[in-house]
């Protein structure tokens, strides 16, 4: 069982749009009511600093409309590409991974993204519910937690469970922190799927059957062949006297 939960995006489309709206129509306003007076007083007064002015800042208010449309959509959309690509929720045969973006910096020119992963062994999970307001999902459990830059915390899953590329965060144990408890973000749109398929992933690990422990057993046969070996070279290298 493997099920992919990618983070909630459609609020920062929502909200540029909302952005947009209550930047646009009052610019629009104000152009169009500078259009309604040159009309009204080109007769009255033809002066060429008035249509110079007048006419300066109606270019400005549009302008500056489509400036700030332009940083909002720039904006929403770095949002949307580093949640998408960094916040996500994956379920896997013996453990979940949650990853969340955490911000980045620029150093050098070049930008690093951090983040923060959380492992959820289903071994040692226990349950996952919504709180009071059935909005955030709360898991518990055994749970390790990486932070650092995203590079470094990549991984690939190797039976079942995530194997990370640097070698540290396999087997360094002060290179996580374990907790009991943590409380997912807003970011995904129904918590509660991810809630259902934890405990369906639950059932089905435990319906995993143990593996079996190799013993070696030595046959009959090999056992006769290294007895009949001693004999043999005991004979040979007997001395009678």
């Not at 992919?4 to 930047?23: E, G």
């Not at 937690?145 to 470094?152: A, C, L, M």
């Not at 799927?193 to 992933?201: G, N, Q, R, V, Y």
């Amino acid at each position: 069982m493997n099920r992919y939960f990618h983070a909630y995006t459609k609020k920062y489309v929502k909200r540029r749009n909302r952005a947009m709206i209550l930047t646009v129509t009052p610019l629009a306003e104000f152009c169009m009511m500078i259009i309604w007076a040159l009309m009204f007083n080109l007769k009255s007064a033809v002066n060429f600093e008035f249509l110079t002015s007048y006419g300066a800042a109606a270019g400005i208010s549009v302008c500056a409309g489509m400036g700030l449309c332009w940083i909002y959509w720039a904006v929403c959309d770095r949002f949307v590409r580093t949640n998408r690509k960094y916040t996500y929720f994956e379920i896997c045969e013996k453990c979940a991974v949650f990853s969340k973006y955490k911000g980045s910096y620029r150093l050098f020119g070049k930008r690093t993204f951090l983040r923060m992963v959380c492992v959820i062994p289903l071994g040692s999970y226990e349950s996952a519910y919504l709180d009071e307001r059935k909005k955030h999902l709360i898991l518990t459990g055994e749970i390790r937690i990486y932070e650092g830059e995203s590079d470094r915390l990549g991984y690939h899953i190797k039976d079942g469970f995530p194997l990370f590329d640097k070698w540290w965060y396999n087997e360094a144990e002060k290179s996580y922190k374990t907790v009991d408890m943590i409380r997912l973000p807003m970011d995904f749109e129904h918590p509660g799927e991810i809630a259902c398929a934890l405990d369906k992933a639950k059932m089905s690990f435990k319906a995993i059957p143990p593996k079996k422990q190799y013993v070696f057993k030595e046959s009959d046969i090999v056992r006769k062949r290294k007895e009949l070996k001693k004999i043999a070279e005991s004979r040979r290298y007997a001395r009678y006297w």
